[in-house]
């Protein structure tokens, strides 16, 4: 069965860092879009990132434009988020997932997540 496993969160304060990672067995990201999405106590999913396997196009929500990073390894088994000067409202759990489009509400496959709490 294919697995993703994101890991990399914590507690941070605000205008803090952290990685999160997603570490991909028995799959690859060839033949998906990657990305992560979140969802925070009482909210709605939302889409925060993906990357395109076709050519490696990012996408990025505009209330992470400039402060968010999306990547993956050479190998194609793990992807990144890194999370610049973080806000408060940017605490949620969040979630790699993979599709066939980027972006999209859409996905195949996703994680358990990873929680990430910020805070002032």
């Known amino acids: 069965d294919v697995q993703l496993v994101e890991s990399g969160g914590g507690p941070v304060q605000a205008g803090g860092s952290r990685r999160l990672l997603c570490a991909a067995s028995?799959?690859?990201?060839?033949?998906?879009?990657m990305g992560w999405f979140r969802q925070a106590p009482g909210k709605e999913r939302e889409g925060v990132s993906c990357?395109?396997?076709?050519?490696?196009?990012?996408y990025y929500a505009d209330f992470v434009k400039g402060r968010f990073t999306i990547s993956t390894d050479n190998a194609k088994t793990t992807l990144y988020l890194q999370m610049n000067n973080l806000k408060v409202e940017d605490t949620a759990w969040y979630y790699c997932?993979?599709?066939?489009?980027?972006?999209?509400?859409?996905?195949?496959?996703w994680g358990q997540g990873t929680q990430v709490t910020v805070s002032s």
């Open positions: 997932a993979a599709s066939t489009d980027c972006p999209t509400d859409m996905y195949d496959y």
């Open positions: 028995r799959f690859t990201f060839d033949n998906y879009d």
């Open positions: 990357i395109r396997s076709s050519d490696g196009t990012t």
